[in-house]
């Protein structure tokens, strides 16, 4: 069955950077798109970023434009979200997604001083 198991996540100051990781595992990775999502407490479920199976495309929510970026290597089933210049209102829990109905257990990114 599909799996997607995320990692990377943690406890990090304002300014600070991030590397998620997600490695999935039951699909043929490399045809499918992959997603990142997040949500903060109280609020919605919002789409991060996407990229799509040649890695060709990718797309980004308008407030981490310029400061995340989603990756894959398809050699390793993963597909990875470096986060740049973070900032408080980026602490969520952040999800792996693929076609549309499958998730990862999520990983907790907190942005504090």
């Known amino acids: 069955q599909v799996q997607l198991v995320e990692s990377g996540g943690g406890l990090v100051e304002p300014g600070g950077s991030l590397r998620l990781s997600c490695v999935a595992s039951?699909?043929?990775?490399?045809?499918?798109?992959m997603s990142w999502y997040r949500q903060a407490p109280g609020k919605e479920r919002e789409m991060v970023a996407n990229?799509?199976?040649?890695?060709?495309?990718?797309n980004y929510a308008d407030s981490v434009e310029g400061r995340f970026t989603i990756s894959r290597d398809n050699a390793k089933n993963t597909v990875y979200l470096q986060m740049n210049d973070l900032k408080p209102e980026d602490t969520a829990v952040y999800y792996c997604?693929?076609?549309?109905?499958?998730w990862g257990q999520g990983t907790q990114v907190t942005v504090s001083s």
């Open positions: 997604n693929t076609q549309t109905i499958y």
């Open positions: 990229i799509i199976g040649n890695s060709r495309f990718t």
């Open positions: 039951g699909f043929t990775f490399s045809t499918y798109a």
